[in-house]
Structure formats: structure tokens, C-alpha cells
């Protein structure tokens, strides 16, 4: 993969990783700072319920943040495009698709039908 290609997908990587965090921060000030009181049971149970879907986001965006920043250390390190299972180079789609895959299609789908057969 050519220097300005890596570089394109650094720059998109970083983006992305600055937005999940500024994300991740309001959610925590969000979280805090409110300090509600809700005299009707079912309001209660509906902002709980709200509160706990917007967790499980975060929660989603949590493991995002890590693929990301693995990423961007195989980036660094010269690794960022090669499957992790074959050894081959991922095609740009793919990773244009899914810039924080470690596998070619080829192994993913290998994979997925592997785990399909066992039931996971």
C-alpha cells in the first residue's frame, strides 16, 4: 500500500477517534450533571431506559475507540493492510469499508462460516 493511501486512512482514523471521544466526554457531563426527579414511576423508568440504551452505545464506542487506536499503532508500525490470519494484503475496499479489519474477506468469511457450524 502506497504512502498517501496509509495517509488517508490515518487522517480518517484520527477523525474518527477524536469524535468518539468528545462523545464519550458529553455523555459523562451529561451523566453527572443531571439531577433529575421524577415523582411518576413510569417517567423514571422511561429515562432509566433511555440511560441505559445510550450506555450500551458508549459501551459499543468504547470497543471502537480500542480497534481504532490498535490501528492506528499498526499503522505506526508498518502492519496496518496485512491480514492477520494469511499474511495477504487487504484490499482499499474493505478497508475503506471497515478500516479497523485485521482480516482479508477471505479469512473473515472462513471465520464467520466457522462459528456459523458451531453456533456462536
Not at 17 to 40: I, N, R, W, Y
Not at 85 to 95: A, D, H, K
Request: glycine content about 6%; hydrophobic content about 30%.
Amino acid at each position: 500500500m502506497d504512502k498517501k493511501t496509509v495517509e488517508y486512512f490515518k487522517k480518517l482514523l484520527a477523525e474518527r477517534l477524536a469524535e468518539l471521544l468528545g462523545q464519550a466526554g458529553e455523555t459523562v457531563s451529561d451523566m453527572t450533571s443531571q439531577k433529575e426527579s421524577f415523582p411518576d414511576p413510569t417517567d423514571r423508568a422511561s429515562h432509566e431506559a433511555d440511560r441505559n440504551f445510550m450506555l450500551r452505545i458508549r459501551d459499543r464506542e468504547n470497543k471502537l475507540i480500542k480497534k481504532i487506536k490498535g490501528t492506528l499503532e499498526r499503522i505506526e508500525n508498518g502492519t496496518f493492510g496485512t491480514c492477520d490470519v494469511c499474511g495477504e494484503e487487504i484490499s482499499v475496499e474493505r478497508l475503506k469499508v471497515r478500516p479497523v479489519t485485521t482480516q482479508c474477506i477471505d479469512c473473515k468469511t472462513k471465520e464467520e462460516a466457522k462459528e456459523k457450524a458451531l453456533g456462536l
